[in-house]
């Protein structure tokens, strides 16, 4: 008996959004690898482009690291691991943020990821329900927005200023302040805007946690990328540790985006719950990635400081050369590499400008509004780029404008 031979009716590729479950609406996009793509096809069509928009360290990731990943491959070491990380990294984690934050940190309180977006996501996911509010400052890390309202949250916005040098109005935060706040979100040094917070906003924000009963989620991936002051953390005391969650990584400090290594320091049951979500998503973080981190924390330094002395000469270079150029004013932020120049004198809106120097200057750059409404008049360049580019992409900008 012959079969018989059948005929799809439509394209596999054919489907209507209809189709999509209602959560996938509430994510939003990171503007950041939006542009980018807009910039590497513009390059396919024989377009010179200044990559300025881009989040992530030009360097390369520092040698030692790198052999430390090589030998952990050639030992075989290619396999599972426990979903909360292998636990040598978790006590070089333990004690790396003990000696950082001047506070007793144990294996058994750091949770290891692939990167600390997949930390920030299990964070909200495990803490937020429907209904819950989480404060967190605008403009801010899109992700952020973006995975409260997929948890069910609702996010209550703090505007960050640049006549107060994009730092928290305390006043202002303790009125958003309801029996319904469930979490605020820091992130010092800043993305968007390199702005940090001292340690009297951090002992400010400890007794309102306290009062309050909230948990804090503090994302200090830039913190060794500080200038002009020592870098200030969330964690300002023992007393405050069951009701925080410190976010940091490897990506920044040690130019390993592409790696995906983060970790996050919170309280034991919070790292079961979050073991929980890992076994059902990523399941694991990569062992010989891992093995790499361990020599990072462990290893020489002197690449890290090199690296960041040179980020800071870009930067002094770049915003005096930004606040140089008619229509714009750039306050000099403390930490980060991005600068977030205020562009309302130049006449036009973010989206704009920040489209049309693409397209016409070939800079590359985001948005104010790529990190919420409150990002309207700004745009965000990233100074990881050698001082030759930067030095050329003011020009371009400067012709440009003229």
Known sequence: MSMEKRSFLTSPTQIET?????????????????????????????????????????????????????????????????SAGLMELRSAVAEYVSKTRGITVYPEEVMIAPGAKPLIFFAIMALVDSGDEVILPTPAYPTYESV???????????????????????????????????????????????????AEDMEEVAFLSQKHGFFVLSDEIYSRIVYDTPFTSYFVSEKI??????????????????????????????????????????????????????????????????????????????????NEIPGFRCVMPGGAFYAFPNITGTGMKSQELSARLLEKAGVACLSGTAFGTHGEGYLRF??????????DALEKIKEFLS
């Open 148 to 198: 409260i309202r997929l948890a069910g949250g609702i996010p209550v916005f703090l505007p960050l200023r640049e006549q107060e040098n994009f730092r928290f109005n305390w006043k202002e935060l303790e009125k958003k302040i309801t029996p319904k706040t469930k979490m605020l979100i820091l992130n010092s040094p800043h993305n968007p805007t390199g702005g940090t917070l001292t």
């Open 382 to 391: 990233s100074y990881a780029n050698s001082i030759e580019n930067l030095k």
């Open 241 to 322: 540790k069951p009701q925080t969650i410190l976010v940091d990584g490897f990506s920044k400090t040690y130019a390993m985006t592409g790696w995906r290594l983060g970790f996050g320091v919170m309280p034991k049951p919070l790292v079961d719950a979050m073991v929980k979500l890992t076994n059902n998503s990523t399941a694991c973080t990569c062992t010989f990635v891992q093995k790499a981190g361990i020599e990072a924390l462990q290893g020489p330094q002197d690449e890290v400081e090199k690296m960041i002395a040179e980020f800071k000469r870009r930067r002094d270079f770049f915003i005096k050369g930004l």
């Open 18 to 82: 209809n189709t999509f479950a209602e959560r996938i609406f509430s994510l939003g996009e990171e503007g950041a690898f939006t542009v980018l793509a807009k910039a590497k096809k513009l390059e396919s069509q024989g377009k010179s482009i200044i990559h300025l928009e881009i989040g992530e360290p030009d360097f390369d990731t520092p040698a030692n690291i790198k052999q430390a990943a090589i030998a952990s491959i050639q030992a075989g070491e290619t396999h599972y691991t426990p």
